[in-house]
T-cell receptor, first 112, second 113 residues
Framework: SQQGEEDPQALSIQEGENATMNCSYK?????LQWYRQNSGRGLVHLIL?????REKHSGRLRVTLDTSKKSSSLLITASRAADTASYFCATDEDNAGNMLTFGGGTRLMVKP | DAGVTQSPTHLIKTRGQHVTLRCSPISGHKSVSWYQQVLGQGPQFIFQ???????GRGNFPDRFSARQFPNYSSELNVNALLLGDSALYLC????????????FGPGTRLLVL
């Protein structure tokens, strides 16, 4: 079973626009991570936000976390064609990073 | 430094056969986790090994087994393959606490006919 659900499942935007992806989860968490996957290959870690944090930035990425609503969002600003990928949120069940539970992902297409 | 490596990259098997997938973690990483990713879905946790011991197991049948060797590399074995085992199998390594980030390999794509 999957802990999180991403919304939307697919998103198509023009280069330069912002992309927002949302993730909802079911149980209490210690941290939430976002990963990116290009064309069915390995996942790349983007950012981790702890349960006591509300917002975190990394370059063009902005992540928010609302533990009361059990939801998180990933914002990519000024998108580029190279941002085309699938994006997954993952919750850390044991707070040790050993067993991540992923959502179904958002497939982002950025058109040049 | 080399990243996580997995072999083979692609594999075709028939129902009932057995398969062994291999993973070499990043140098210095002692934790290895395995995930199954069915097409169109997110990865699902199968196993985690640390210091050659199983530390976590997902909701997978006993046909799935794994082990970790003294050099921290790992094997995932699947017996009596079913069509539904067709998936991308991902290996991830982690250096250990306090780092919670997992570093993924490129995966092995298994097709069961």
């Amino acid at each position: 079973s999957q802990q999180g659900e991403e919304d939307p499942q697919a998103l198509s935007i023009q280069e330069g626009e912002n992309a927002t992806m949302n993730c909802s989860y079911k149980t209490s968490i210690n941290n939430l991570q976002w990963y990116r996957q290009n064309s069915g290959r390995g996942l790349v870690h983007l950012i981790l936000i702890r349960s006591n944090e509300r917002e975190k930035h990394s370059g063009r990425l902005r992540v928010t976390l609302d533990t009361s609503k059990k939801s998180s969002s990933l914002l990519i600003t000024a998108s580029r064609a190279a941002d085309t990928a699938s994006y997954f949120c993952a919750t850390d069940e044991d707070n040790a990073g050993n067993m991540l539970t992923f959502g179904g992902g958002t497939r982002l297409m950025v058109k040049p | 430094d080399a990243g996580v490596t997995q072999s083979p990259t692609h594999l075709i098997k028939t129902r009932g056969q057995h398969v062994t997938l291999r993973c070499s973690p990043i140098s210095g990483h002692k934790s290895v986790s395995w995930y199954q990713q069915v097409l169109g879905q997110g990865p699902q946790f199968i196993f985690q090994y640390y210091e050659k011991e199983e530390r976590g197991r997902g909701n997978f049948p006993d046909r799935f087994s794994a082990r970790q060797f003294p050099n921290y590399s790992s094997e995932l074995n699947v017996n009596a393959l079913l069509l539904g085992d067709s998936a991308l199998y991902l290996c991830a390594s982690r250096p250990g606490q306090p780092t919670k980030t997992q570093y993924f390999g490129p995966g092995t794509r298994l097709l069961v006919l």
